[in-house]
């Protein structure tokens, strides 16, 4: 489906989902936060048409061109408001979307709920304090302080012509993170949320500002993908989780308390993306 890799591994998350599709055969899917569903929820639906998928969002911009694009008669775009309407789900899918809520563990209880009972939930998300995110940290710095604009317009002028900035094809929300995890914090929020981690996959081991410029062909790219499976969790910028409800009870609520690093993060990307 994907004939190219990206620094940030989107071959690499689409080919892995799609192996775990054909693993379990959910008759059902949710894709939590689908976006524009181009990445992932449509390519999807493509190559499992035997598979009820839904694909949620709570922008609506997103979800109107999701739908806007969509062919798949067994697909489907929505707000998140219908969730209940159309679960519970074989699998659900919340892709690179707890580091933007405000209250990460309401969100894996929230769609706890919404699993069948032997049903399983891939979880993505970027390590917090890996190499993308360090370097997301910079770029935040820059743009805050006006040094980004500068170096952007020096580039285009050296250049002879204008510099584009890449554009997002997930989303077309403004949505900058405001969680930043460790492996032991998100390992721990999962346990706590009343989930058995069943299979851990790393995504890629380098990407963002600088990054993208470096791997700037194929073979460095899929190189990029590759190394991030024998390295350890700590060292890659983006995780890949299974997991399925244990036996035991899930709490009411998982108050989420962030710390100092976190804070900070947060009100410097609010104040990056104009939100602030």
């Known amino acids: 489906m994907f004939t190219s890799e990206t620094p940030n591994g989107i071959k690499k998350r689409f080919e892995y989902i799609s192996s775990l599709l054909a693993k379990f055969r959910p008759k059902t899917v949710l894709d939590f936060g689908s976006g524009t569903g181009t990445n992932l929820t449509i390519p999807l639906a493509e190559i499992f048409p035997d598979t009820r998928f839904l694909g949620v969002d709570s922008d609506s911009s997103s979800v109107d061109y999701a739908n806007s694009v969509n062919t798949s008669v067994n697909l489907s775009f929505a707000l998140i408001d219908q969730v209940k309407q159309q679960g519970p789900y074989d699998l659900i899918i919340a892709s690179e979307v707890i580091e933007h809520v405000d209250e990460p563990g309401e969100l894996l209880l929230f769609l706890r709920e919404n699993l069948t009972p032997k049903g399983k939930l891939i979880l993505t998300m970027p390590n917090g304090y890996g190499p993308f995110e360090m370097t997301a940290f910079v770029e935040s710095l820059l743009f805050v302080s006006g040094i980004h604009t500068l170096l952007h317009r020096i580039a285009g002028l050296l250049l002879g012509k204008k510099v584009s900035r890449p554009t997002k094809a997930d989303t077309l929300a403004v949505s900058p ?66 997991l399925e409800k244990n036996g035991k009870g899930a709490p009411a609520e998982i108050p989420y308390r962030r710390g100092l690093y976190e804070r900070v993060r947060k009100k410097l990307n609010a104040r990056r993306w104009g939100l602030a």
């Open 177 to 242: 993170h405001v969680n930043f995890f460790s492996f032991g914090r998100i390992r721990g929020l999962i346990g706590q949320s009343s989930y058995d981690i069943l299979e851990y996959r790393p995504r890629t081991f380098v990407c963002g500002l600088g990054f993208h410029q470096l791997l700037f062909n194929e073979s460095a790219r899929l190189w990029n993908a590759r190394v991030a499976d024998s390295l350890p969790p700590q060292a890659n910028s983006g995780w890949m989780f299974v």
